[in-house]
């Protein structure tokens, strides 16, 4: 079974600090990783996959095999970037993801 | 722009109503998913449907029923509510071919059950 664990449920920081949201995942074969984010009072929406190797609003985000991990990262962190972000895993091919339980990130001015 | 409309933002119900919540996708989506939202439980799946009239169980389907008579449209059924499922329902579909695993999202039912 897959399963994603986000072991913050909150995150706080100042504009500027930089950020780290953590996502370590459990699965057998070749995982496909997101993350997602909501903002507040929009809908939730796809920020990055690891596929892409893209950076979305300054976060990137490295699958760690070995350390079976996904954490997302940005260096200097702005306040408009306060939103709840999850972190989901999906088997290769299946595309039916299972989400963690969510970061709630604060940027104070 | 793909839109995943959920026809009601808010619903207030007494236990043992029957509710339905309606979702429309217009991308033509194979896949459609229902999604119960709660804090610090995140996002735990429902029921998905792969085509019209099928569907499958996901994490948490007791006391739950969906339907797919169209391939735009995905309901989700609570037979007799219970306030134990008052919470946030998000809607979501994606392709099947060429699916980059990228979920659309509605913008969530919230139902509070008294």
Not at chain 1, 52 to 64: Q, V, Y
Request: glycine fraction near 8%; hydrophobic fraction near 35%; charged fraction near 25%.
């Amino acid at each position: 079974a897959q399963r994603v664990t986000q072991p913050e449920k909150l995150l706080s920081v100042f504009k500027g600090a930089p950020v780290e949201l953590k996502c370590n995942y459990s699965y057998s074969g070749s995982p496909e990783l997101f993350w997602y984010v909501q903002y507040s009072r929009q809908r939730l929406q796809l920020l990055l996959r690891h596929i892409s190797r893209e950076s979305i609003k300054g976060f990137t985000a490295d699958l760690n095999k070995g350390e079976t991990s996904f954490h997302l990262k940005k260096p200097f962190a702005q306040e408009e970037d306060s939103a709840m972000y999850y972190c989901a895993i999906s088997s290769g091919g299946s595309y039916i993801p299972t989400f963690g339980r969510g970061t709630s990130l604060i940027v104070h001015p | 722009d793909v839109k995943v409309t959920q026809s009601s933002r808010y619903l207030v119900k007494r236990t043992g109503e029957k509710v339905f919540l309606e979702c429309v996708q217009d991308m033509d989506h194979e896949n459609m998913f229902w999604y119960r939202q709660d804090p610090g439980l995140g996002l735990r799946l429902i029921y998905f449907s792969y085509d019209v009239k099928m569907k499958e169980k996901g994490d948490i389907p007791e006391g739950y029923s969906v339907s797919r008579e169209k391939k735009e449209r995905f309901s989700l059924i609570l037979e007799s509510a219970s306030t134990n499922q008052t919470s946030m329902y998000l809607c979501a579909s994606s392709f099947v071919l060429g699916n980059t695993g990228e979920l659309f999202f509605g913008e969530g039912s919230r139902l509070t059950v008294l």
